[in-house]
């Protein structure tokens, strides 16, 4: 698991709630139990105008101009900010999984499911609770992020805003320990 101390990206702007882990990584691309390989289906049936299947080029398949991971301006964001109860379905450890491989470290949203947020945490990427306020604002910015783990702040030009985290789930992002890397340490 990659080490995680602090991001500094663009926010690429998911405006849905309840988006589900069927939404995030549809179930036929499920087969595998590597933990990479799956950025490519990511939000496949948003993302893409035909039915996705496993070993598919997705190189020629049409996507969809509307979505925003097809949107230009937002390639290479790493915090993925999206609404409430993010997460929410089945308790795939895939979806952690896909978000990650396509690239995203963090994502903010005013609550999540718990099983959801829990195998974030086990898989290097940072869920952050914040307002639904401050996420509305956070929606009308286009700048840069930074999210500062250690000190457990995000910032917006002068802004900061504090989340909360496990101080054990913390120092594991921080060291890059998945469950495997904890057992071998100890």
Not at 39 to 45: A, H, I, R, T, V
Not at 129 to 157: A, C, P, R
Not at 178 to 185: A, C, F, K, N, S
Request: proline share 6%; with cysteine; aromatic share 10%.
């Amino acid at each position: 698991m990659k080490k995680f101390s602090s991001i500094n990206s663009i926010a690429m702007p998911l405006d849905r709630a309840n988006i589900d882990t069927d939404a995030i990584i549809p179930k036929q691309f499920l087969k595998s139990i590597k933990r990479s390989g799956f950025g490519p289906n990511l939000f496949d049936e948003w993302r893409y105008l035909d039915h996705g299947e496993p070993g598919m080029d997705n190189s020629i398949r049409p996507i969809n101009p509307d979505f925003v991971l097809n949107n230009p301006t937002y390639s290479g964001a790493q915090i993925l900010l999206t609404r409430r109860n993010f997460g929410c379905g089945s308790s795939r450890e895939h979806a952690p999984w896909a978000l990650e491989d396509y690239g995203f470290r963090a994502i903010i949203a005013p609550s999540f499911a718990d099983i959801f947020y829990n195998n974030c945490f086990k898989n290097g990427v940072l869920p952050i609770v914040l307002s639904s306020e401050i996420v509305d604002s956070l929606f009308s910015y286009s700048g840069l992020i930074n999210i500062d783990l250690e000190k457990q702040i995000v910032k917006i030009d002068q802004n900061s805003f504090e989340f909360e985290v496990d101080p054990e789930r913390k120092r594991r992002l921080i060291n890059g320990l998945d469950d495997i890397g904890l057992t071998l340490q100890n």
